[in-house]
């Protein structure tokens, strides 16, 4: 799975999860889900849970905040070292 396809999985996530009823073209590879107030606490909770589950990866307590977690492209950054490291 290509980075872009990480990506869209996690969009189609945060659109149906977060952003019910948004454009999807408002949601860029670059919006900033955590420091915009679209990603709460809770909600990188259940993110983390998601992309542990979709990507069978697991993601430690320190990677759990707005440096990995911020927007699509850190995600899919997160995702690929952790595949990667495999």
Request: net charge negative.
């Amino acid at each position: 799975m290509s980075g872009n396809d990480v990506r869209a999985t996690v969009k189609g996530f945060i659109l149906d999860q977060f952003l019910p009823g948004e454009d999807p073209e408002a949601l860029t590879d670059d919006t900033p889900l955590i420091t915009a107030g679209i990603v709460d606490s809770m909600g990188a909770l259940r993110l983390v849970a998601y992309l542990e589950e979709t990507f069978g990866v697991r993601i430690q307590a320190h990677e759990v905040d707005v440096e990995h977690l911020n927007t699509l492209d850190s995600i899919a950054a997160l995702i690929e070292g952790k595949r990667g490291a495999r």
